[in-house]
């Protein structure tokens, strides 16, 4: 499994972001998919996913502002991220798995991450 993420960069606080993650190698409309955001010296906390039926959770620190959501045609996963805050900053990985994300990233495939930067 592959995946590639793209759209992270530099934002001012109270703007918007659309990260997007590209998968290759697998039949993505099984697996489930997700984001997680790394800050330094911290591990990766899970931000939002998707399962293979669509359900969505979300930490309670993006709750109403982000939105995850999956096309499996082109097997692709997005995060709409509105009024971004400063504490939205860090480096963000998609990630999937067969079966349901767990908080501690195990068993997932990854990509190589994308920086976003809030500026307060």
């Not at 984001?35 to 399962?51: E, N």
């Not at 097997?75 to 480096?91: I, R, Y």
């Not at 997932?108 to 500026?119: K, L």
Request: contains cysteine; glycine residues 12%; positive net charge.
């Amino acid at each position: 499994v592959q995946l590639v993420e793209s759209g992270g960069g530099l934002v001012q606080a109270g703007g918007s972001l659309r990260l997007s993650c590209a998968a290759t190698g697998t039949i993505f409309s099984r697996y489930d998919v997700g984001w997680y955001r790394q800050v330094p010296g911290k591990q990766r906390d899970l931000v939002a996913g998707i399962t293979s039926t669509r359900d969505t959770m979300y930490a309670d620190s993006v709750k109403g502002r982000f939105t995850i959501s999956r096309d499996n045609a082109n097997a692709t996963v997005h995060l709409q991220m509105n009024s971004l805050k400063s504490e939205d900053t860090g480096v963000y990985y998609c990630a999937v798995r067969w079966g349901v994300l767990l908080p501690d990233g195990r068993e997932n495939y990854w990509g190589q991450g994308t920086q976003v930067t809030v500026s307060s």
